[in-house]
């Protein structure tokens, strides 16, 4: 018997979350920023006089818009490519290499936080009997959420990794989001179609492949990104996860807690 099958026959058979930007707030905008800026003050000066490249110029918008979600070098490329940086193709390797090396190393220090109320949500969730899965783009993404202990939210002395029932983060896809396909297979790992799940997501491109899954979308906008969020499908989108009606959710329902 499948998990769908022992489940109600109506409610959410499952919930996919994403990572960063949902449950952590990771430092992947700050290696994405730095790396960039090293890279064209230093070894890429020349390019970088014939590009619209400037400090200012990467903002946090432009993170959103150009790279959150995507996988790896896919980001790096369309990074170089929005900034006009001559021979981005044959660049973008060594800029996400880079990327990389001082990503591990923000992370080794302990530069990045939990949102708590996406933590809460996992939990919530997943004590009422609904299957979870992790579904990020990044390759970090277990790193973070090892290292996410949740008796630090009145949880056992497991870390948020162990809570899932599939992880697929970091996992090389054909393509990326918009995308549906990593939220697809998220779900047939899960046991349940598609049209049950609840994806979870704080990104345009995110949202959009949930919707182009035939999936419910629940929006997260952590950046003042409500109406980007809604004009991308969202079902519902909150500033807070913890402003989702627990009780509605369960129940197969996206509402916003009453207050």
């Given at each position: 018997m499948t998990r769908e099958e022992s489940s109600p026959a109506t409610g959410f058979a499952g919930v996919i979350f994403d990572v960063d930007g949902v449950l952590v707030d990771s430092p992947h905008e700050v290696a994405w920023r730095e790396s960039l800026a090293g890279?064209?003050?230093?070894?890429?000066?020349?390019?970088a006089e014939r590009s619209v490249w400037s400090p200012d110029a990467f903002t946090s918008r432009v993170y959103r818009e150009v790279l959150s979600g995507k996988p790896r070098h896919a980001g790096a490329l369309a990074c170089l490519e929005y900034f006009e940086v001559p021979d981005a193709q044959l660049r973008e390797s060594e800029y996400a290499e880079r990327k990389q090396a001082m990503l591990l190393r923000l992370i080794e220090e302990g530069r990045f936080d939990a949102y708590a109320d996406g933590v809460r949500l996992v939990m919530a969730v997943r004590a009422a009997g609904i299957p979870v899965a992790a579904a990020s783009?990044?390759?970090?993404?277990?790193?973070?959420l090892r290292a996410i202990r949740l008796g630090d939210y009145g949880g056992d002395d497991t870390t948020l990794l162990d809570v899932f029932d599939a992880d697929l983060s970091g996992r090389d896809f054909a393509e990326g989001k918009p995308d549906p396909e990593i939220f697809l297979t998220a779900a047939t790992q899960l046991g349940?179609?598609?049209?049950?799940?609840?994806v979870v997501e704080d990104a345009v491109s995110g949202v959009q492949a949930a919707k182009a899954g035939a999936m419910v979308a629940l929006g997260v906008a952590r950046a003042g990104d409500e109406h980007e969020l809604a004009q991308a499908g969202a079902d519902?989108?909150?500033t807070s996860l913890d402003d989702v009606d627990r009780d509605?959710?369960?129940?197969?329902?996206?509402?916003?807690?009453?207050r």
């Open positions: 890279l064209m003050t230093g070894p890429w000066r020349d390019a783009s990044s390759k970090n993404a277990h790193r973070f349940v179609t598609a049209e049950r799940c609840v519902l989108v909150v509605a959710f369960v129940d197969g329902r996206l509402a916003r807690r009453a």
